[in-house]
């Protein structure tokens, strides 16, 4: 076992993890921030990206020891204290970019970070960047059309 400390949704926490304990286990099955979810096991889906530093990272490929002194984003610290939506978790709400809502948050903390790099991206930006996250349901047209929302641009697309 080895402790490992770092701020989660920015409150410290320490726990004692084996040493192959992966950053969405640490986070699912000790933390309880369930919305971190796990889709595929083999980081194909994006269903479990959270930001570690700043930087968006697929936690089912980094062990929790790894996140050492980190400061650690998941989809429940996206949301203001107050329980106001992120301008991202509001927009894929109203532009429907969601459907069962299985990677929305994977797809919602990889637009977040895209948005941090750029704050006004093309629609083809949004899909080049958002291409290690899967969706089996929306097709993508209404995430991309959230992200850009969320970004302050008009959401006509060319696919309507």
């Given at each position: 076992m080895t402790q490992?400390?770092?701020?989660v949704n920015g409150k410290p926490v320490t726990r004692d993890v084996e040493g192959r304990r992966l950053l969405v286990e640490y986070l699912r099955q000790d933390l309880g921030l369930t919305g971190t979810h796990v889709g595929?096991?083999?980081s194909q889906c994006g269903a479990c990206v959270v930001h570690v530093n700043g930087q968006p990272v697929k936690s089912c490929t980094m062990l929790a020891a790894?996140?050492?002194?980190a400061d650690v984003t998941?989809?429940?610290?996206m949301a203001a204290p107050d329980g106001t939506l992120h301008r991202l978790q509001e927009a894929f709400n109203e532009h429907h970019g969601l459907q069962c809502g299985f990677c929305t948050p994977g797809m919602i903390m990889s637009a977040a970070a895209l948005l941090e790099d750029n704050p006004h991206p093309t629609e083809h930006e949004v899909r080049q960047y958002l291409e290690g996250n899967i969706c089996r349901c929306t097709?993508?047209?209404?995430?991309?059309?959230?992200?850009l929302a969320a970004s302050g641009q008009d959401v006509a697309l060319a696919a309507e």
């Amino acid at each position: 076992m080895t402790q490992v400390t770092m701020s989660v949704n920015g409150k410290p926490v320490t726990r004692d993890v084996e040493g192959r304990r992966l950053l969405v286990e640490y986070l699912r099955q000790d933390l309880g921030l369930t919305g971190t979810h796990v889709g595929c096991d083999t980081s194909q889906c994006g269903a479990c990206v959270v930001h570690v530093n700043g930087q968006p990272v697929k936690s089912c490929t980094m062990l929790a020891a790894e996140a050492e002194g980190a400061d650690v984003t998941t989809i429940e610290g996206m949301a203001a204290p107050d329980g106001t939506l992120h301008r991202l978790q509001e927009a894929f709400n109203e532009h429907h970019g969601l459907q069962c809502g299985f990677c929305t948050p994977g797809m919602i903390m990889s637009a977040a970070a895209l948005l941090e790099d750029n704050p006004h991206p093309t629609e083809h930006e949004v899909r080049q960047y958002l291409e290690g996250n899967i969706c089996r349901c929306t097709g993508y047209h209404n995430i991309v059309k959230a992200v850009l929302a969320a970004s302050g641009q008009d959401v006509a697309l060319a696919a309507e």
